[in-house]
């Protein structure tokens, strides 16, 4: 079976970091690209950040830029999303998709489950 499982979500004051972790069971993550997406109560889901295959290649929203990196361990068959100088905004339940031979979007292949970022005081 197909999976992609997120760890690595939980409570963390503003201007704290959280690393997630976005693992695949079932299959190999290294032909495939790879995006963390996010929706926060009552809004639309969001593209958060997409690397290539290889890992050369990495692509931010905005409001993440310069405080969100995304990484990938294909060894691991794992990629990650290290978040720093977390703001309230940020939390929402963070999603990773895979997708092959294209670039992210929001009709990807395969998506997680979710794991849930709170940033509060």
């Known amino acids: 079976q197909l999976q992609l499982v997120e760890s690595g979500g939980g409570l963390v004051q503003p201007g704290g970091s959280l690393r997630l972790s976005c693992a695949a069971s079932g299959f190999t993550l ?9 929706q ?4 639309e889901r969001e593209g958060v950040s997409c690397i290539s ?6 692509s931010y929203a905005d409001s993440v830029k310069g405080r969100f990196t995304i990484s990938r361990d294909n060894a691991k068959n794992t990629v990650y ?7 309230p905004e940020d939390t929402a339940v963070y999603y990773c998709a895979a997708i092959h031979n294209r670039w992210c ?17």
């Open 30 to 38: 290294d032909s495939y690209i790879i995006g963390w997406f996010r």
């Open 81 to 87: 999303l290290q978040m720093h100088s977390l703001k």
């Open 105 to 121: 979007n929001y009709d990807m292949d395969y998506w997680g489950k979710g794991t849930l970022v709170t940033v509060s005081s």
């Open 53 to 58: 295959s290889g890992g050369a290649r990495s």
């Open 40 to 43: 926060a109560p009552g809004k």
